[in-house]
């Protein structure tokens, strides 16, 4: 397993449900990119255990993070600590590729 990865080179795309990919899996966290297509959506849901970060690499998501909903472009930063229900949306016309973090790793 490679130390250094480029986004770009997981991109994918996948019908009806969000792509989902992972970049690097440790004993304490997980990296991956999730890639979300006009109108799909990862639904709002919660993680009793674990921390979540997203880093929007391109497009533009619709966030929900506890009661707050809020739009983030790139460079953008979005957290939801453990057991806070999250989700995001891509309401614009072109992909919403993000870079995500949990620890610790799920499963």
Not at 32 to 43: A, D, H, K, R, V
Not at 63 to 75: K, L, R, S
Not at 81 to 86: R, T, Y
Request: glycine share 14%; aromatic share 8%; with cysteine.
């Amino acid at each position: 397993m490679s130390n250094v990865k480029d986004y770009r080179d997981h991109v994918g795309r996948r019908e009806g449900k969000h792509y989902k990919a992972d970049l690097f899996r440790g004993e304490q966290v997980m990296i991956g990119i999730n890639c979300l297509e006009p109108g799909q959506t990862q639904p709002v849901h919660d993680h009793a255990d674990q921390d979540k970060f997203y880093i929007v690499m391109e497009g533009r998501g619709w966030f929900t993070v506890g009661d707050e909903q809020f739009e983030a472009g790139p460079g953008m930063v979005v957290w939801a600590a453990m057991g806070v229900p999250h989700g995001v949306e891509n309401r614009g016309d072109r992909r919403l590729t993000i870079v995500m973090g949990i620890a610790p790793p799920p499963g």
